[in-house]
């Protein structure tokens, strides 16, 4: 993941909502919900990224970092998600918020013994929060164009490497 130079307009007006509702200190799923809320409000287009960035990587989905909260309590990142490209099945170490800003990207959501329960088609404009536990899920772009995301985590994604709490085969 690379830290981005450039600060969006939207970009810092988001970032001002997610403080704010984060600074309510709410639990985590009253916090995703909180923070869902702003990024309807406030959801940026894809020109947060570089035109360069929006090509995506022909190896990997690729993140790009936006953000970290100086004070670790959230960060935000930019998912670019070629076609084909996706997740294996994993979970998550605190609440999510994701957006959708270009493309499709179709998720699909297991129980705890891994059985599909659940399949969506997440659009641009459209935003959900969730919190651990029942968070277990996987995503990938079964189109043909690229896909980009927008997503908010509760922790320092730079400090614990990833949001990812565990990937299961
Ligand atoms: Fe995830």
């Not at 929006?54 to 670019?80: K, M, Q, T, W, Y």
């Not at 490209?85 to 499709?104: M, S």
């Amino acid at each position: 993941m690379t830290a981005t130079l450039a600060r969006h307009p939207a970009l810092e007006q988001l970032i001002e909502g997610v403080r704010e509702a984060v600074g309510v200190r709410a639990d985590w799923p009253a916090t995703a919900g909180l923070v869902a809320d702003r990024l309807r409000r406030c959801l940026p287009t894809p020109a947060i990224l570089t035109p360069e960035q929006r090509l995506g990587d022909p190896d990997r989905a690729r993140g790009h970092v936006l953000h970290i909260e100086p004070d670790s309590s959230f960060s935000v990142l930019a998912v670019v998600w070629r076609p084909g490209q996706g997740t294996r099945i994993h979970d998550h170490t605190t609440w999510c918020v994701f957006g959708g800003l270009q493309g499709v990207e179709h998720e699909i959501v297991y129980d705890e013994d891994l059985n599909p329960i659940g399949e969506n088609d997440n659009h641009p404009g459209d935003v959900s929060g969730f919190a651990p536990p029942g968070d277990i899920h996987k995503v990938v772009n079964r189109t043909s164009v690229n896909a980009i995301t927008l997503h908010i985590y509760g922790t320092d994604v730079s400090r614990i490497g990833s949001s990812v709490r565990r990937y299961y085969n």
